[in-house]
Nanobody, 129 residues
Framework: QVPLVESGGGLVQAGGSLRLSCAASGRTLSDRAMAWFRQAPGKERDFVAA????????DYADSVKGRFTISRDNAKNTVYLQMNNLKPEDTAVYYC??????????????????????WGQGTQVTVSS
């Protein structure tokens, strides 16, 4: 497992934007997928977005398509989640995840949480109406 540290969460009004960052330390993650998941109070952890090792393929949950953008900077060992037009239903703890060996140099996006074996501590995003 690789230590992951998220940042950028906070309180924002509906319609606003936030940018989450997730930095990895210890070893490079440029050879595997990265993803964001979120968990709202009383709900299960859900997939939000994922990006393959090269950054050339991404996938999004239907609920965030057109509003969220995942990207990565392999030179900085960092993945980002740009969130625009935020809605109250986006309120959750957002978790960054690093892919396991099945995602290594894999050009297919994997949205299953089981494909990711390193997780950050989470960052709270609260959207007020």
């Amino acid at each position: 497992q690789v230590p992951l540290v998220e940042s950028g969460g906070g309180l924002v009004q509906a319609g606003g934007s936030l940018r989450l960052s997730c930095a990895a330390s210890g070893r490079t993650l440029s050879d595997r997928a990265m993803a964001w998941f979120r968990q709202a109070p009383g709900k299960e952890r859900d997939f939000v977005a994922a990006i393959i090792w090269s950054g050339l393929n991404t996938d999004y949950a239907d609920s965030v398509k057109g509003r969220f953008t995942i990207s990565r900077d392999n030179a900085k060992n960092t993945v980002y989640l740009q969130m625009n037009n935020l809605k109250p239903e986006d309120t959750a703890v957002y978790y960054c995840a690093a892919g396991g060996t099945s995602t290594r140099y894999n050009n297919m996006v994997d949205a299953r949480s089981s494909a990711y074996d390193s997780w950050g501590q989470g960052t709270q995003v609260t959207v007020s109406s």
